[in-house]
């Protein structure tokens, strides 16, 4: 996936988690207070589409290791999960985002796939769902570089705005996590969207 935001928010003060794939994702941070249900209608914790622990074992698989996962949050509530290669410890990815539990909304602020196609993107983002699975939108402030040109490429072929995003990777990814429903009057001119989750 490509990066989807045009710039990385700087942090004075990271408290920073070092997890492996072999402890439990949030162990270090149960003691985080949880956001409690805000739709009345609705009890139950909607169960994951993808199991973050499987996508991490794909990407051990892949490099011939533990994956390195580094997690921290700021004073200001921002979070921040790296993926390092288990190898060479260099960055494979990263996302930076915010929850918003009043609208049980996963703001992503950054995010960027050193390696690309290989579930960087769909891990990092079920990471953050896994820690909270009561979200409902994803929102995407911008989506830049291959996503952005597919989008152009698609509307000058004569597609809606909506059909367009549904070509992207951006797309793609967080319809697999199960958000597949655009709002259309969350598009931006950068191309910034909500998705919603579909059940």
């Given at each position: 996936m490509k990066q989807e935001s045009l710039l990385r928010p700087l942090s004075t003060a990271l408290a920073v988690i070092v997890l492996f794939i072999s402890a439990p994702i949030w162990a270090a941070a149960e003691s985080a207070p949880r956001c409690e249900s805000l739709f009345t209608s609705q009890n139950e914790t909607p169960a994951l589409q993808i199991d973050p622990n499987q996508t991490l074992e794909k990407l051990e698989d892949r490099f011939g290791g533990k994956v390195e996962l580094k997690a921290s949050q700021s004073e200001s509530g921002l979070y921040f999960l790296e993926l390092f290669d288990p190898r060479s410890g260099e960055l494979l990815g990263e996302l930076n985002y915010r929850y918003v539990a009043n609208e049980k909304k996963l703001n992503i602020v950054w995010m960027e796939a050193v390696v690309k196609e290989i579930g960087i993107s769909e891990t990092l983002i079920a990471l953050a769902l896994s820690r909270y699975p009561e979200?409902?939108?994803?929102?995407?402030?911008?989506?830049?570089?291959?996503?952005?040109k597919i989008v152009k490429t698609a509307l000058a072929k004569g597609a809606s705005i909506e059909d367009a995003i549904k070509t992207t990777p951006a797309y793609k990814v967080r319809k697999k996590l199960g958000f597949d429903r655009i709002v259309l009057n969350s598009i931006n001119s950068e191309f910034g969207f909500e998705s919603m989750r579909s059940r």
């Open positions: 979200t409902r939108v994803i929102h995407t402030r911008a989506l830049l570089d291959t996503n952005e």
